[in-house]
């Protein structure tokens, strides 16, 4: 392994679009540590240290933020608006014919298709930092346990200053993402939120040995190394099926007749239904805050069954909900990003076939086939790896953002994949030789 890596640093090119990438990373996390305008600091971190948790309300967003969220630093949002403008708009081609077309455009719809996703991330910032502040001002962002001010200044001056900030990092988080994809190595927007889960790692795994013990920390790292060998397994299991294309004869020269195949991934949804879910979830916990007690300090009932069974996720409802919502996002994305229709009509344009089965409809119907049998594993499996942290939760009792389970470890493993298929990719366009031998 190390002489992969000096491999790697050996080729000048290679190591000068590493060496932008970490440039760009840590001025990502230096970001997340400085404060937003008119955010009383020493009040942040006191509450930070008396909770000790996140809030299960903010605990996605804290995640893909690196912590920055709680830190209500000028990267608060991180790359989360980003995130959800992508499936959004990816969400919006079945419904809008016209983003459908500018899909099927090439480079030029795609590049309309990302202007579109960058006006709606500046949209959805201002929005979430907008309740962001609103929740911080109203002294329940870190729960009963914080009373501190948190704000300043509450002046609408004040507040619009704080919103335009914290829209504006967002704005810079994806330039600096685009930065990356372009300059650097591996995709930008990944990368980052690869850089904000794993920066949770150190605290999460220290908070297990302060509060539990060492030989619990080395029983969690264990079962992380075994979650990570399967997960591993499972990101890279496919099933290939077989494409022919016949040989046909233009003038005296002969095309076709060579073989390749479709490949379809046993995960192919990916981390977006885990995601889907998890804000689903969060939105019954978000307008039950803004509910306030009565004069009598009486709550309405609807409220009190929230609080208690949709915002704890050690509870049963809590995890039987996530899981079910899981498992049919998984289904429900993947019937939108895969279509077994158009992946017909293309092998049948080519002059392909799938051997022993008919162009046309019949290819389109056993291509529908093999994506059910497929994605019912896949939806499992991700139903069950979102399960751990909450698992961990109600077993050893550790933070929720536990760091061998859910959504962390699918993405952190899912981006060293692929970064890594980059780099070898890199080196043997220039050295006939891949990062691992």
């Known amino acids: 392994m190390l002489s992969a890596i000096v491999r790697v640093f050996r080729t000048r090119d290679l190591r000068n679009k590493l060496a932008f990438t970490l440039a760009i990373v840590a001025m990502y996390r230096l970001g997340s540590f400085i404060p937003a305008p008119l955010v009383n600091y020493g009040n942040v971190q006191s509450c930070l240290t008396a909770t000790q948790s996140t809030s299960g309300l903010y605990e996605l967003v804290n995640l893909f933020s690196g912590g920055a969220l709680l830190q209500l630093s000028i990267f608060a949002l991180g790359i989360m608006p980003y995130i959800t403008s992508s499936i959004i708009i990816q969400l919006l081609r079945v419904v809008i014919p016209r983003f459908e077309a500018l899909h099927k455009e090439g480079q030029s719809g795609q590049s309309t298709l990302t202007q579109y996703t960058r006006y709606l991330t500046i949209a959805l910032a201002v929005l979430q930092s907008t309740t962001l502040i609103a929740v911080a001002r109203s002294g329940t962002l870190f729960g009963s346990k ?57 605290q999460s795994l220290a908070a297990i040995a302060n509060t539990k013990s060492v030989e619990t920390l080395l029983v969690v790292l264990g079962v992380g190394v075994v979650i990570v060998a399967l997960v591993i397994l499972v990101e890279q299991s496919q099933r290939r099926i077989p494409v022919q294309y016949a040989k046909r004869m233009i003038g005296r020269r002969e095309y076709g007749g060579q073989s390749t195949y479709i490949p379809i991934k046993v995960n192919m949804a990916g981390v977006v239904p885990v995601i889907f879910a998890s804000s689903l979830l969060y939105l019954p916990g978000l307008v039950a805050q803004f509910n306030q007690p009565d004069k009598n300090g009486n709550v309405a009932p609807w409220v009190s069954f929230v609080s208690d069974y949709l915002t704890r996720g050690d509870h049963p409802l809590y995890m039987l909900l996530y899981f079910l919502m899981i498992v049919g996002f998984t289904f429900f994305y993947v019937a939108i990003t895969f279509n077994p229709e158009e992946v017909s009509d293309n092998i049948k344009q080519s002059g392909g076939f799938i051997p022993g089965i008919r162009a046309g409809r019949p290819t389109t119907e056993y291509l529908e086939y093999v994506l059910s049998r497929i994605t019912f594993p896949g939806a499992l499996y991700l139903g069950l790896i979102a399960l751990i942290p909450l698992v961990s939760f109600s077993i050893i009792g550790a933070n929720q953002n536990f760091p061998f389970g859910g959504t962390s470890i699918l993405i952190i493993v899912g981006v060293g994949l692929e970064t890594v298929k980059q780099i070898s990719a890199q080196m043997e366009q220039r050295n006939y030789e891949g990062l691992l031998r």
Request: include cysteine; charged fraction near 5%; aromatic fraction near 6%.
């Open 146 to 202: 914080c009373t501190n001010p948190i704000l300043i200044d509450t002046s609408p001056i004040s507040l619009a200053l704080m919103v335009l900030t914290m829209t504006a990092g967002t704005g810079l988080i994806m330039w600096m993402g685009e930065l990356i994809t372009e300059h650097g190595i591996g995709n930008g927007m990944s990368l980052l939120i690869f850089t904000s889960i794993a920066s949770r790692f150190p």
